[in-house]
């Protein structure tokens, strides 16, 4: 065998290996990707659990008040306003914002409890108020995983030298669940004694 015949099998071998490698580290982090979006999928179905938990308490809560605060109108309205953009919401940046609406009409549903002791002091309100406060609980921290979950797979997409992959395979950040401004800091509000900060 020829010398150049030997050279020109070891670069072949070498741009097999190479290549071999190249395709490797392409479908391993292709695949990585994918796992980081379905984690970020399924974490998503947790928070829609309890989304939709706390949007099938809201008719009975408002009506709890409104049979107390039949005046306050314009509270109801919003709640409900804000409850059917939810319904309608199709993406999940839409649902997102339209949450973000319904948690700020729900928190001004709960200054109206304030002004009537005698809501504060029903069992129908009381229950309906514990369940909303845990689902409320629930709902925040499946919120933290989910955003935990796109954080992780944002960062995965935007790192180097996996950005290329991720760029040509289509893989896009993901929206990440923050509360509306109007939530930051949130109001404590005691239903025990009447009083809030």
Do not use: C
Not at 123 to 129: D, H, K, V
Not at 134 to 155: A, I
Not at 172 to 194: I, S
């Amino acid at each position: 065998m020829k010398r150049s015949s030997i050279i020109a099998f070891v670069v072949l071998g070498v741009i097999l290996i190479v290549a071999i490698g190249l395709l490797s580290w392409v479908v391993g982090s292709r695949n990585h990707f994918v796992g980081l979006d379905e984690n970020v999928k399924t974490q998503w179905a947790q928070v829609e659990n309890q989304l939709q938990r706390r949007y099938d308490l809201i008719p009975n809560l408002v009506e709890t008040v409104k049979g107390f605060a039949t005046h306050e109108k314009d509270v109801f309205v919003r709640v409900t306003e804000a409850r059917s953009k939810v319904a309608g919401a199709g993406n999940i940046p839409d649902k997102i914002k339209a949450n973000n609406e319904l948690s700020s009409a729900l928190a001004r549903l709960l200054v109206v409890v304030e002004r009537y002791p005698e809501i504060k002091s029903n069992q129908n309100f009381l229950a309906l108020q514990t369940e909303l406060s845990g689902t409320e609980n629930r709902l925040s921290t499946e919120r933290r995983r989910y955003n935990e979950r796109v954080r992780d797979y944002n960062t995965a997409i935007r790192l180097f030298p996996g950005s290329l992959i991720a760029g040509f395979f289509s893989f896009t950040r993901a929206e990440l669940f923050e509360a509306p401004e109007e939530a930051r800091p949130a109001p404590k509000v005691d239903f025990g004694t009447g009083d809030t900060d």
